[in-house]
């Protein structure tokens, strides 16, 4: 296995570990905030990044329009609209267990690519 296909491997993999680490969070608070309250419960990926946007203070600005002008300007308005927005609808919980596989499910296909020879 290259240099390049094993960091690949372990960033997505890292990444993928660390998003359903916050997923499980996110259905443990949206299950906390339910039991009192259910109409708070079930907040979209999108408004909870909104209202608890940690780089607000940093970059003078929200940081959700700034990552969908840089999607859409850089890759394509066609994966903002109706791929990422689509995400950002879905409950947090929901949305960030779902990237979380993909990234692992991506992460074990490029692993095997990289090493046709072995299983």
């Known amino acids: 296995m290259g240099i390049v296909s094993g960091l690949f491997r372990l960033i997505l993999g890292l990444l993928g570990l ?3 680490l916050f997923g499980l969070l996110m259905l443990v608070f949206e299950a906390l905030v339910w039991i009192p309250d259910s109409s708070r419960a079930a907040n979209s990926l999108g408004q909870t990044w909104f209202q608890y946007d940690p780089f607000a203070a940093f970059i003078g600005t929200d940081s959700l329009p700034l990552f969908g002008a ?3 300007r850089r ?3 066609l994966v903002w609209d109706p791929f990422i927005v689509t995400i950002l609808s879905w409950p947090s919980w929901i949305a960030l267990l779902v990237v979380a596989l993909f990234c692992l499910v991506v992460g074990s296909l490029f692993t ?3 090493l046709p020879g072995r299983r």
């Open 70 to 72: 840089i999607i859409e």
């Open 18 to 20: 660390m998003l359903t």
């Open 112 to 114: 095997r690519i990289a």
């Open 75 to 77: 890759l394509s308005p």
